[in-house]
């Protein structure tokens, strides 16, 4: 009579924005890539932390092959902006799945330099939205920024075009010409009297952030109001970087992420430029992975710990 094997320790990780899941799967010991998935997430703002860890291990467990159980969890989450509701995401799905599952979880801008390979990091994100993050020596989360767009969150997509329209705004008040953005506010908003654009925005305040890419053209084509948007922002994120590092942040390095950081090289060139102008002479990297991938090193390092 043949007896079934054993299954073999497992680790999965998740990355958990506002509209979607992304959840890692390896092996616990050889590291090998088992499994992985992006589940969309439109609810997650809307559940209770009992129905978010909930949701985390219904994922996992869709995920996670019969060859393998999860020994270990990481999971960067969305909404762990304090320590508390941190710690209260992570007792409740340490609940969820129980004693024989190892649990670690921290905001989902920290995944960044881990995912970088950095225990101890200045993560940046500069796309859909911005934020910077990182912890203190004692493990407490520090985050500048990411209040969003109508706040903050300078450095991001809607942010550089939000502050490109408002300089283009007051360089008319001053009676002076800007072709190129002209240009582009004409055919973005469909508008040929430049007093129309404020109406014009009301319809498009959630797309603002797809224009961004226009308005890098037009910084390259000359346009002093785009040019100074993407410097402007540029500089405010590594001044909350500076402010990170000024608030405690442990870190080897500054790490940056997201769709501006990533695909937009003046907007990197300039950010680098301002960290130096700010006296942060940390190494500076642009992550090439997934952030998902620092969750599962969070898993992996949760594993090693229970046999330190």
Known sequence: MSVAPQPRPGVAG????????????????????????????????????????????????????????????????RGCDSE??????????????????TVRVCNDALLVGLAGGYDHAVSVIAGTGAVVGGRTPDGVTILTDGWGWLLGDHGSAPRIVIDALRLYAESLDRGEGDR?????????????????????????????????????????AGSPSARRAIVGNAQRLAGNVAAALRLGVR???????????????????????????????????????????????????????QFA
């Not at 953005?181 to 508008?191: L, P």
């Not at 007093?195 to 603002?208: D, F, I, K, Q, S």
Request: with cysteine.
């Open 14 to 77: 998740l990355d958990i924005g506002g509209s979607y899941l992304r959840v890692h799967v390896e092996d616990a010991v050889t590291g090998e890539h088992l499994a992985g998935q992006t589940l969309p997430n439109t609810d997650w703002n809307d559940l209770s932390t009992a129905g978010r860890a909930a949701l985390i291990r219904a994922a996992t467990g869709q995920v996670t092959p019969a060859s393998h159980r999860l020994a270990a969890v990481g999971v960067g989450a």
């Open 84 to 101: 508390a509701l941190t710690r209260e995401l992570h007792a409740a799905v340490a609940a969820e799945f129980g004693p024989g599952v």
């Open 180 to 220: 190129v953005f002209r240009t582009f506010v004409a055919g973005a908003f469909d508008v040929i009297e430049d007093r129309r654009l404020p109406g014009a925005l009301e319809g498009v305040r959630e797309e603002l952030g797809e224009l961004a890419e226009s308005v890098f053209a037009c910084a390259e």
């Open 251 to 305: 870190a080897d390095a500054v790490v940056g992420a997201g769709a501006v950081m990533v695909k937009q090289p003046s907007f990197r060139s300039a950010f680098a430029e301002a960290l130096v102008e700010q006296g942060v002479t940390l190494p500076l990297s642009v992550l090439g992975t997934e952030p998902v991938f620092g969750a599962v090193r969070l898993a992996h390092l949760a594993y090693e710990e």
